[in-house]
Nanobody, 121 residues
Framework: VQLVESGGGLVQPGGSLRLSCAAS????????MRWYRQAPGKERELVAV????????DYADSVKGRFTISRDNAKHTMILQMNSLKPEDTAVYYC???????????????WGQGTQVTVSS
C-alpha cells in the first residue's frame, strides 16, 4: 500500500490549494478514504471523509463550506480542494486509508508522508 500526497505549499489567507493523494497497492475503489491534518502542538484532526464510490462525503465543522473532497476511482486519486484558506488551516495534511487484510483477517491503517500547507501573509 502506498499513499502519496502532493499539492501543499504557501498561500495567502483567502487563497486556494488543491491537494492530491495518489493511491496504489490496494483496490482503491473498495475503500473509504480520509484526509487528516496536524498542526504543530495540536492533536490530529479528521478533515474530510469520502465513501468508496464517492457518493457520500463528510467534513469537520471547521472546513465545511470551504473544502471539497472528491475521488477518481479510475485514476486511484483523491483530491482535497481547499478554498478561502485561513491561517488556522496551516498544518501537515495526510491521506489515509483503512484496509482489510484477508491474510491477517484484520484492518490496518495506512498513511501517506503528508504535505505541508501554510497559510500566511
Amino acid at each position: 500500500v502506498q499513499l502519496v500526497e502532493s499539492g501543499g505549499g504557501l498561500v495567502q489567507p483567502g487563497g486556494s490549494l488543491r491537494l492530491s493523494c495518489a493511491a496504489s497497492g490496494f483496490t482503491f475503489s473498495s475503500y473509504a478514504m480520509r484526509w487528516y491534518r496536524q498542526a504543530p502542538g495540536k492533536e490530529r484532526e479528521l478533515v474530510a471523509v469520502i465513501s468508496s464510490s464517492g457518493g457520500s462525503t463528510d467534513y469537520a465543522d471547521s472546513v465545511k463550506g470551504r473544502f471539497t473532497i472528491s475521488r477518481d476511482n479510475a485514476k486511484h486519486t483523491m483530491i482535497l480542494q481547499m478554498n478561502s484558506l485561513k491561517p488556522e488551516d496551516t498544518a501537515v495534511y495526510y491521506c489515509t486509508a483503512r484496509i482489510w487484510s484477508s491474510t491477517s483477517k484484520s484492518w490496518s491503517n495506512y498513511w501517506g508522508q503528508g504535505t505541508q500547507v501554510t497559510v500566511s501573509s
